[in-house]
């Protein structure tokens, strides 16, 4: 045992000294840093959560949009003269919007069985077409002859026999060879639009089914987009809107027709970065939740498309300046941060009388440009607003430009690219951290040459900095796969251009962008802080318990405390002289 200031530790091992002040005190900085720890670590979990929670990085799932990221807007062109309608379309163009959302009231064309008047929609289609427009038709209002007799006060109850509907989509379809896309009636959330009665998954998938035939999907390369969720306040704030989602979404039948889910996504008052995620919530992040509903039944890899997008004010007013400002900035937070986010429509473009009061959602009044207006076309032309940004688009998309002989392709997944011409190229802009093609693999598939961020890409054999994508394949069925072409770029914008080196086939299939969640180093940073000073508080514990139990003998805090030995008898015999 040792004499002095420390600790005297009897023969069987045991401590027999009550902690000391400082023994106290550095228990308690122990459990300070641990707590400390803890708590920092639990803080950057749930703040992760919250600042990521929906924001993926583009590869995490590949969400195959049908169509590339455009300026859209929502339109009621009924009743608008010719020259109304060309300075309306062309006011749109000049803005640079691509897509227009048309809503076609069924009951207005097929007043009695078999009888149809296009009279109202064919000059609509035919200018919008004219303008260089993609339209996304809306389909509802089903003909009081075809409503069941104890719904015939509901104007957009499901007809009685899906053959009828059948019936108007072809005769649709006949009349409007060239359209698309095409929404299959609104608001599914909303009894009062289904006869009072809510929407069942089998009553949906037949008139999924009905307009699939109509419409010739299949033979057309059209889409079918589901009706949209959340337009009524008082079905969001019940979560009525995420409940009919996954009440109808966990139908094989209704996910293998649809090509996107819609949903109105309402800003209400906040600010379009709070990110509070809450269904009785109205704000962008609210969309989130829809998100994780889709995914809840195994709907993982759907887009959702924006039909109605804007800030109403749940009940306060939103002034036209902060309109705009709310509005763009949500659309950079959706392509920052949400791949699965498909085309975002503004909520109109200022012909509808329905609109909530004191929101300023409109881009024009009285034919001039409202501020929202004018943000979005600023953005639409910007490099991050004209630049594919996070995710998966399709080969069409506006910002790759085709050189060269170029043709479409028509496969399962969508419309592809294709080119035997050893001269063709194409040139695409993105804004991210990584950039992937997606190719075609076979025997007459070539090799492509690819060049990032340079002017153009040099002649074969030519130029530094030319990377290879080797494609042909010897197998016996040609497969589809993407190919990282660019990664660990800085996040910004940049250019890749893609030529052939060879007359071979070469199939694109859409494009794809990484970027990297926002503000992750913080949180990085207060993850590492956390753990170290759990560590050392558990490691200043473990000293303790060592020297309480008396595992470790410490010795005091000063060198002149600290006893000499001493020997019982000790005298030293007299030093050895010659």
Known sequence: MRSGGGTVTPSDGSSNRA??????????????????????????????????RGALDGSDVVFRQPVGPALATNVDLRGLSDNALQSELGILTEAGYRFVRQTVIWSDIERAPGEYDWSAYLPIFNAVDAAGLTPVVVL????????????????????????????????????????????????????????????TAATYARMLQ????????AATDSLLIGGEIGADAASRANGRDLETIRRLMVNPNIRGLLKAVAVTVDGGDRSPYDRSVRSDRDNLSRVV??????????????????????????????DADRQAEFVVTGMRRIRNEWPWAGLVFNWDY???????????????VNGQPTPLMTA????????????????FVPPSTDSCTYQGNWQDQHLAEGVYRVSTDPNATVTCQFWGTGFSTFFRFSPEAGTVRYVIDQ??????????????????????????????????????????????????????GGFLVDRERPMIWPIAVLVAAGLVAIFLGLRTFAYLAAEYVGLMDTRPPHPAQTALPTLTGWNPGPRFRR
Request: net charge negative.
């Open 19 to 52: 902690p000391t002040a400082s023994f106290r005190a550095r228990i308690v900085r122990a459990i300070a840093l641990f707590v400390l720890g803890v708590a920092v670590t639990v803080g950057s979990a749930a703040s992760d959560a919250y600042l990521h």
């Open 140 to 199: 509802s209002g089903t003909p009081f002859w075809a409503r069941y007799p104890d719904q015939l006060d509901f104007a957009d109850a499901p007809p009685i026999d899906a053959a009828t509907f059948q019936e108007f989509c072809g005769a649709l379809r006949e009349t409007f060879p060239d359209i698309t896309i095409f929404q299959i009636g609104v608001n599914l959330d909303d009894p009062n639009y289904w006869g009072g009665r809510v929407l």
């Open 210 to 217: 009905a307009a699939s035939l109509g419409l010739g999907v």
């Open 289 to 318: 939740l829809v998100r994780e509903a889709l995914d809840d039944v195994g709907a993982i890899d759907f887009p959702v498309w924006f039909t109605q997008f804007g800030w109403t004010g749940s009940g306060t007013s939103i």
């Open 350 to 364: 200022g012909n509808r009388t329905d609109l909530p009061a004191d929101a300023n959602l409109q881009l024009v």
């Open 376 to 391: 979005m076309t600023t953005y639409g032309k910007s490099v991050f607003g004209s630049s594919i940004t996070n995710g």
């Open 455 to 508: 002017a153009s890409l040099p002649p074969v054999g030519q130029g530094e900095g030319v990377a290879n994508v080797f494609l042909t394949y010897q197998v016996e069925d040609a497969f589809e796969g993407p190919v990282q072409l660019a990664s660990g770029l800085s996040e910004g914008a940049h250019i890749i251009t893609m030529g052939q080196a060879d007359a071979d086939e070469v199939v694109i």
